[in-house]
Every structure is written in structure tokens, then in C-alpha cells.
């Protein structure tokens, strides 16, 4: 199945720049992504690494392989993958990263990525 990076701009006050990117990676028609969801909740963040079909719009891509990999294989890479999010260290980004490489192909396209496009908004 075809794999894609995608991304989309953030607006988030606490950063330096007024805004981060939000990374996922879509596989066939499936878009896997990790991130907190509605905020925060009495001081609890709602984490999830979850799926939907197809790509958002206004979402950027590109694709960067190709993986034998099946949905359900990766279902199995979300069900052990660490869901206590941290801004720094295990994010959307880091997530990403780590499931490209699970697919076998190089977490570092990731990074590359979003250096591509940084400033294109």
C-alpha cells in the first residue's frame, strides 16, 4: 500500500511562532494519527492513536513508499504504542516517525518532510 506523510498548520498560542504542524501518515485510504483530543479534561489529556478513512482536506502530503504491511498489523503497532502525550518527546511527530518505521521504511522522511515545507504557509 502506497504511504504518505500529511500535515496541516496549527494554530497554538503557546508556541514561539503562533503555530506547529500536526503529522500523520495515511496508508492506502486509512489516515493514522496520534494527538490529543478536546483539550484537556480536569487536567487529563484524552490521547488516542486513531484512524479514518481517507485524507482531510487542506491537509498537505507527500508520499514517501510503499509498505506490505496491513491495517491490521498496524492496529497492533497502535495497540502497544506509548499514548501518554508529551509536546516534546512523544508526539504526533514522534508517532509518525515510529510507524513509518514499523512499515519498514525510514522514520527520517518524516523530518525531512517537514523541513520541506516549513515556511510554505
Known amino acids: 500500500m502506497q504511504v ?16 506547529a504542524q500536526h503529522v500523520g501518515i495515511l496508508v492506502g485510504e486509512v489516515l493514522y494519527e496520534f494527538g ?3 483539550g484537556e479534561k480536569n487536567g487529563e489529556k ?13 491537509w498537505r502530503s507527500q508520499v514517501v513508499g510503499t509498505t506490505s504491511k496491513s491495517h491490521s498489523e498496524i492496529e497492533g503497532f497502535n495497540n502497544v504504542f506509548d499514548k501518554k502525550y508529551k509536546l516534546i518527546g512523544n508526539s504526533c511527530q514522534t ?23 516549513e515556511g510554505d504557509y
Do not use: W
Open 46 to 58: 484524552k490521547v488516542s492513536a486513531k484512524h479514518q478513512k481517507g485524507m482531510p482536506v487542506m
Open 95 to 117: 508517532y509518525a516517525i515510529k510507524l513509518i518505521d514499523f512499515m519498514g521504511l525510514d522514520g527520517g522522511v518524516v523530518n525531512e518532510y517537514l523541513d520541506s515545507i
Open 4 to 19: 504518505t506523510v500529511v500535515s496541516r498548520r496549527l494554530s497554538v498560542g503557546l508556541m514561539p511562532t503562533g503555530f
Open 36 to 38: 490529543v483530543e478536546n
